[in-house]
């Protein structure tokens, strides 16, 4: 008999945004390898994530994925629901109200901060660094900050078994992004956090703070997004300008309800400079980095096939919300 480690990791009710919870659980077996139906149910006092009353304190943790720990010997991430006593989903879970259809594919574009001290890693003590424009895709000291993290993440990713397309320095010093794929809204977002579960642990050993929010540095410095690519069967294989822009069109009739999910604190991000659309307009257009929805120039040369980029998500934002919401509306506008 083996004893593996597992550390169930769940997301707590605080508000606006959830944390991420783990705590480990050792399970002597013959054998395993990555098998779901493996792991058991656990519980935890949910008086402490502000998710029970002290008097009644239990919620369940039901097991939804496994993954891989690099960073463990014999160990395992598991990603869970949390349940009431009873077994119904919690209030809090945001992934249990997402409607799982594999037809439509999600692909993150999560950007974060290091922040040291306060500040963005490699920002001096008092005053600023050179303006942006040499940080983005740059290598080099003084350039670039934290890229020995970030390495350590992607390695970390990838042997989790996530779907991590990409790493890039992004415009601001300090400011880093990774691209996560997923097929179906669930899986999408269960890979996206665990891949924010492992920055966060990664993180730690180097005495640094990982910060999502969507404006980390006040003044003519990019904000950070979660920028969220789109697409189901009829956009990547019928297509049509057509198609995309009744898309968009949908999109823009409940701007309103998208923003609401979309991350707090995200009217700091979305104003119209910074390569974002003004969080009260909206507005869509061909290779437009400055619009709500961009339609990559790859998509028109491909004869209107392929994907859409919802640019308003805030880096702060719930993946599941997200894809829910992305999901009702492309619905709605009755194209297919």
């Known amino acids: 008999m083996a004893k593996i480690k ?11 945004e959830p944390n991420l919870r783990s705590k480990t659980k050792i399970l002597e077996l013959e054998s395993y390898a990555g098998e779901l139906d493996q792991v ?14 002290g008097h009644s304190s239990d919620c369940l943790l039901r097991p939804v994925g496994v993954y891989p720990d690099a960073g463990r ?30 037809d439509y594919w999600f692909g ?42 970030v ?5 970390a990713c990838l042997h989790a078994g996530l779907s991590i397309t990409g790493i890039n320095a992004e415009v601001m010093l300090g ?11 669930k899986k999408a977002g269960d890979d996206l956090w665990i891949s924010r579960y492992l920055l ?26 979660l920028h969220t690519n789109f697409s189901n069967t009829a956009m990547r294989e019928k297509g049509g300008e057509g198609l995309f822009k009744a898309i968009c069109e949908a999109m823009g009739k409940v701007h309103q309800e998208h923003i609401a999910v979309y991350g707090s604190d995200n009217h700091f991000r979305l104003t119209g400079l910074h390569e974002t659309q003004s969080i009260d307009k909206f507005s869509y257009g061909v290779s437009d980095r400055g619009s709500s929805i961009r339609i990559p120039i790859g998509a028109v040369e491909n004869g209107w096939k392929g994907y859409l ?28």
């Open 309 to 336: 980029e919802d640019r308003r998500p805030a880096s702060n934002a719930d993946p599941y919300q997200i894809a829910q919401r992305i999901i009702m509306t492309v619905k709605s506008a009755n194209v297919s």
């Open 6 to 16: 597992f550390e169930y990791i769940w997301l707590d009710g605080y508000k606006p």
């Open 40 to 53: 058991p149910m656990w519980s935890f006092d949910g008086s402490s994530t502000q998710q029970a009353e």
């Open 175 to 185: 400011q880093w992004e990774f691209q996560c794929f997923g097929k179906g809204a």
């Open 151 to 155: 390495e350590e993440h992607l390695d």
């Open 200 to 225: 966060f642990r990664i993180a730690e050993k180097y005495r640094i703070n990982i910060e999502f929010a969507p404006k980390p540095m006040k003044g003519d410095w990019n904000g950070s997004g």
């Open 73 to 102: 010997k014999n160990a395992y991430m598991v990603m869970c629901e949390v349940l009431n006593p009873d077994g119904s989903p919690h209030v809090s879970n945001s992934r249990a109200k997402v409607e799982d259809d594999e």
């Open 108 to 149: 993150f574009e999560q950007e974060y901060t290091f922040v040291a001290d306060g500040r963005p890693l490699g920002f001096p003590k008092n005053g600023y660094p050179a303006p942006q424009g040499l940080y983005y895709c740059a290598v080099g000291d003084g350039k670039v900050t934290g890229r020995d993290i």
